[in-house]
């Protein structure tokens, strides 16, 4: 993983049982349409985030089909109401098969 691609991921520590939390992450991603060229005139490969998945304990909790649209340094947020401690792994897919991913823990009591 590159400085140019690196995840970031907002989940707080610690969560009483049974309290809905935030998540929020934004990866920053040099996103290539396909179609722009270089100084040489050759096409820039394409490269577009396509997928985001976040599991909670090896369990998929959100997923997101994304598509060629999607903002440069796309930010993803959704909602989980925590019920036991655990450790959070997200990952991001490219379109070229590449994957990004980031872990965070929770800690609920």
Same mark, same amino acid.
């Given at each position: 993983?590159?400085?140019?691609?690196?995840?970031?991921?907002?989940?707080?520590?610690?969560?009483?049982?049974?309290?809905?939390?935030?998540?929020?992450?934004?990866?920053?991603? $040099?996103? &290539? @349409? #396909?179609?722009?060229?270089?100084?040489?005139?050759?096409?820039?490969?394409?490269?577009?985030?396509? *997928?985001?998945?976040?599991?909670?304990?090896?369990?998929?909790?959100?997923?997101?089909?994304?598509?060629?649209?999607?903002?440069?340094?796309?930010?993803?947020?959704?909602?989980?109401? $925590?019920? &036991? @401690? #655990?450790?959070?792994?997200?990952?991001?897919?490219?379109?070229?098969?590449?994957?990004?991913?980031? *872990?965070?823990?929770?800690?609920?009591?």
């Amino acid at each position: 993983m590159t400085a140019a691609s690196m995840p970031r991921v907002r989940v707080p520590t610690s969560a009483k049982r049974g309290e809905v939390i935030e998540i929020r992450t934004l990866i920053t991603h $040099a996103m &290539e @349409s #396909g179609f722009r060229k270089d100084d040489a005139g050759r096409l820039v490969p394409r490269k577009i985030l396509s *997928k985001f998945t976040a599991s909670f304990n090896g369990v998929v909790i959100f997923e997101a089909d994304w598509h060629p649209a999607v903002a440069a340094n796309p930010q993803q947020s959704f909602y989980f109401k $925590a019920r &036991e @401690s #655990g450790e959070f792994q997200f990952t991001w897919t490219d379109d070229d098969g590449s994957v990004y991913g980031t *872990k965070a823990k929770l800690a609920v009591t």
